[in-house]
């Protein structure tokens, strides 16, 4: 799959990813750059959703654009940057404006990044440009520079409900196993949010020695899926029936 995601690619991604957006007036303003990060995936989407910064009546959009990496990499390379700087130069089709979403900005490579640095301080002003990072460090400062930067926050789905781990500590090694099976059935980026939430959890509920020790494994297997290619649900399995 290219990193650079259009049409039915990006509808395909749009409906999984993002649910349905509606465009309203917002307070950002129009050809600048826009840092999404903090939070879940989902927190940030979230976030867009709130602000209303994305016009979706059809998710084959021309005039939008979605960049993500490539499903047998693991970065968002200089070609997608390339690809999105093409994509800004020609001037909206159907709309006003143009929107770039680049979702899980921190994996991209430092070419990459670099490789945006005019676009990103002097954009069209007919253009809108997202970058969602888990953190405001996870990219380089000369791009943290270039935007206007806005926090994400949880969405009221995640306020409502905790992430389970307490739930989970309190199962039987059988659950255990059953409860892996269903976390490990999603893309390996889900699993790792749903353990970061699993950490967050942790920190705020059940402070302690104890509490310490479960939230180095579950930080220990997390690191693992990130950066190897180990067995989702092997590892699931093995990290709760460890806790």
Known sequence: MSAILLST????????????????????????????????????????????????ENSGD???LIVEKETDKKSIGIAAS????KFLQEKPLSKEKKTVVVANAELMTPEAQNALLKILEEPPEYAEIFLLSKTENSLLETVISRCVKKRAFPSEELEKEDSGIRKILAMNPGQRLDKAKEVSEGEKEETVEIMETWVRELHLSNPGRTSALQIKKILQT?????????????SIEALLLDL
């Open 82 to 85: 390339r690809g999105l700087k």
């Open 62 to 64: 021309p005039d939008l």
């Open 222 to 234: 997390k690191k693992a899926l990130e950066e190897t290619n180990v067995n989702q649900r092997l």
């Open 9 to 56: 690619a990006a509808r395909k991604w749009h409906n999984k990813k993002l649910g349905t957006l509606l465009f309203i007036k917002y307070n950002l303003p129009m050809g600048k750059a826009v840092l999404i990060y903090g939070g879940t995936f989902k927190d940030r989407v979230e976030t867009l959703r709130k602000q209303g910064v994305l016009h979706l």
